[in-house]
Every structure is written in structure tokens, then in C-alpha cells.
């Protein structure tokens, strides 16, 4: 497949709006797409797509996933090409590549392996629904859905050789903390301030690392005017961790300490994952090499689809996209890298 083509395939995918929530179009256009391949394909009841490709040669199952759903404000996308190869949106939404160059090279190596006719074990491709809100697509993947047993994640950041095993679980959790209303003007002395209250229970248990772990309070919010003593606050955050026994520890730790401020519920999250067959990492590291990349193996510090993957019984690696800034309307890529991330999955959907 051309730079050209590759580059009209990923613009065709950026202005497919398909926010979370929102991805049918999308995942329409790539069932008509995998099916003119000659896959086979299938939508689960929470709308993840699957395609399946027979081999012609007796290998493992490989798959290889990326997902559907992008960020706000992901609708309207116009695509910009600098001279130097640089691809950004007009500034007014995001780009879209995170994950749409790892869709992008998914059909790219998959086109150039059909139109050079090329030998290849059976291939099995997931996009799903729903990453960018807790990886809840994938979440909901039947056990036994996908054929697979080993699998590779096109969705992670930093530079195209960058391979990461692991991924860290997350938990959210809302503070709920009770005060007392009063006039702030006539008798404030009656009241007891809510957000004086959150601000003690903050200092006695900061955020940052605890160790292996992280927590994070990421919102507050409370009052209802100027004038009036708040009597209530409710702050909001996360726990996050590859060591489900750090994460257990820290939502007690931090149930034991805001108890005297206010009431601690934990929220939606999703579990981590650890990378616990080298032979896969290895093979990852010689495709890489071979297609002239210098394989650096990384510590990831958030999650992905590979989290859910995971448990279904499949060994999975997260590789490196290239892409930048996402999640913002500053987020970039370049012509260089949709053609270069293509070149190795194809590389690693022949090895």
C-alpha cells in the first residue's frame, strides 16, 4: 500500500466521527472493509467488532486490536498535512489517531499482504468500543469469543519500537464530605465549612506515589453561593496500580482516613495486567529489529484494551504508535509513522 493511500485511509477514519458512545458508522465502514478482505466478521452484543482471516499456512492464531472510540472533541475533524510530513487536526478537535493509526495499520498490512498474495497463518482483528471510558468494551468480551492466544495491542504511546507487558489497574472513588450550612454574612460562626473540612482531610493523605502505587484527587466540587457556609463537598479521583494487593491496600488506607471528614465509595474501574511470557516479548523484540527498529521494552503507567485482553487467556504486547499529544486538539502524528507502524504489523502478521 502507497504512503498515499495509507495516508487517504487514515484521513477517511479521522473524519468518521466516533466518539465513545458513537462508534456505528465507524465500525460499519471497517466490517465492510474486513469483509471485502475476505474475513469473516462478527459484532458482540456491546458492538466490538471481530474479523477472522483462514491462513494459508498452519500457524497459531494472531491478533492484532485497536479501538473504535475517540476522545471529545473528536467530531468534525479536519485533517492538515504540513510539508514536513507533520498530520494535525485545525485545532478546533483532536486528530483522532489514538486510536485511528492503529486501525489504519491494521488495514494497511492487511491490504498489502492480500495484494501481494502473500503466505500468512490465520489472522484474527478486534476494534473495539468504548476504551476511552474505562476500557469498557473490552470488558465485555465473552470468554471464548476470540480464537486467539496471543495477541498484539496498537494503541500506546512513544516511538514506534516501544514495547510494554504490563498495565496498570485502575479504581475511581468519590469523597462525599458533610458540613454545615450557615449565612456566611450573619452567623458564619454556625456553620462548618465543608470545603475547610476536604482541604484537612487532603493535606492529612496527598496524592502522588504511595510506593508502587499512585492516587489522585482529581476533582472538587461544592457550595451553592458565595453567601452561604457549604455543608457539602465532593471530591472525586483514582487509585492506580499493577498490584491488585497495592490497590486493596490503598482503598482501605484511604476509607481509615477520610472517615472522619466524609463517606468514601469506589467507582468503575479496570483491573491490571502483567505480561507473563517472555517468548512472546522476544519475538516481538526480533520482528522490530528486522524491520529496523531498536526494541526498548517499557513500564506502562496507565491502561489499555490489553488490560480485559488479558484475561480472557490470550498473551498480549502493547506497541508504540508514535503519535503525540493525544486526547488534545494539539495531538500529531506523521506520514512517517502510519507508514512505518503498518510496515511492522505486517512484519509480525507474516512472522
Known sequence: MTPQKIFELFCELVTTDSPTGDEA????KLQQKLQSFG????????????GFLPGTLEL????????????????????????????????TTILGADDKDGITAILAALESIRAKNLPHGP???????????NLNG????NPGWLRSKFAWVIDGPGEIGTIYANGVGKIGFTIDVKGKAAHAGICPEKGINAFVLASQGIMGMQPGNFGDATMNYGNIHGGIADNVVPDHVTLTGEIRSSNPARIRELQKKLCDHWKQWGEVAFTEGYPPYELENPALIRHTENVLQAAGYTPHLKRFFAGSDANYISK???????????????HTPAETTTLENLENLAFVVERLMLS
Not at 25 to 28: A, I, Q, S
Not at 39 to 50: K, S
Not at 138 to 141: P, T
Open 25 to 28: 458508522l465507524l465500525r460499519e
Open 39 to 50: 474475513a469473516e466478521t462478527e459484532v458482540d452484543d456491546a458492538g466490538n467488532l471481530r
Open 60 to 91: 497459531p492464531v494472531k491478533m492484532f486490536s485497536s479501538h473504535m472510540d475517540t476522545v471529545e472533541p473528536g467530531r468534525g475533524v479536519k485533517v492538515i498535512l504540513d510539508a514536513d510530513g507533520r498530520i494535525h487536526s485545525d485545532g
Open 123 to 133: 489472522l484474527e482483528f478486534l476494534f473495539t468500543v468504548g476504551e476511552e471510558k
Open 138 to 141: 473490552a470488558a465485555r468480551i
Open 312 to 326: 480472557l487467556g490470550i498473551d498480549v504486547c502493547l506497541l508504540a504508535t508514535g503519535r503525540a499529544q493525544n
